[in-house]
């Protein structure tokens, strides 16, 4: 069935004249009266009673004229979905995020993004950096936030941020009340680190630290995430060097003090290299905006 048979049929409808009806939807009567029986012959039932001043709908053409009315408005919804969906103002957003990036900054861009992308639902999913990286890869995923990391070519980044390490104790540890400290000062603490498995690039990081200090550190357990990894030590069980932005957890039990070094905790953002949707480009611009800032 045509729309247009329905708009046709709606207006002669309302007009209840098939003259009024052609000058309102600017055509002549006859190509009207032949679309009307052309209607009523693809529905097998006679839809208007005519007489020669007269235009009255049959019981079969008020139903009609309100499922009409009902399918053109549904039509034009979707048209309007459509052509939102094409301009990047609609959709659905898969983001993958470490947890860290709790810390660094990601609630105010993804507040950002619901301001200025209203029609599009935002879905998260908390992962390590290596599993958002193949996600990417498996079309899982539309963005990721991750630690920085080496990229396959079928994924694209941006760089966010970068951070200096800090030491987390406990906060019953004798060198708590310090500002500052020399990494060698802990050779004798048991280590919480960040697992391999979960980012081999970290682990190395951290690991490498202590060994320009000096000491290879007693790694008594090994976590998925930085903020169990700060949750452990606020219980603790051992020290641990982490992201600076953990601070920012005010995780209760936990102190931070800062060492000399020039290693930096990197932050990216990822996405596939393929050609993106309206979406993503829209969204991967709002990222940029938020994270990089003009020299």
Known sequence: MELRLLRYFIAVAEERHFGRAARRLHISQPPLSYAI???????????????????????????????????????????????????????????????????????????????????????????????????IQRG????????ANPLPPEVCSLDLMAEPFVVCLPQGHPLAA????????????????????????????????CVAAGFHPAVRHEVRHWLSVCSLVSQGLGVSIVPACMARSRLAGTRFLHFDHEARSRSQLIWPARHGSPLAERTLAIVREHFVKPA
Do not use: W
């Open 37 to 135: 029986r052309q209607l009523e012959e693809q529905m097998g039932v006679r839809l208007l009673e005519r007489n020669s001043r007269h235009v009255a709908l049959t019981p079969a053409g008020q139903v009609l004229y309100g499922q009409a009315q009902a399918l053109l408005r549904q039509s034009e919804e979707i048209s309007l979905l459509v052509q939102r969906v094409d301009a990047g103002l609609q959709g659905r957003c898969r983001i993958g995020f470490v947890g860290s990036m709790l810390y660094r900054g990601l609630p105010d861009v993804l507040a950002q993004l619901r301001l200025q992308l209203p029609g599009v639902e935002q879905v998260l999913q908390e992962r390590n950096s290596h599993d958002q990286i193949e996600a």
């Open 140 to 147: 899982e995923l539309d963005l990721g936030f991750v630690h």
């Open 178 to 209: 310090r500002r500052k400290l020399e990494l060698r000062e802990l050779v004798d603490d048991d280590f919480i680190f960040f697992a391999r498995e979960a980012s081999p690039s970290y682990h190395e990081t951290v690991l490498s630290l």
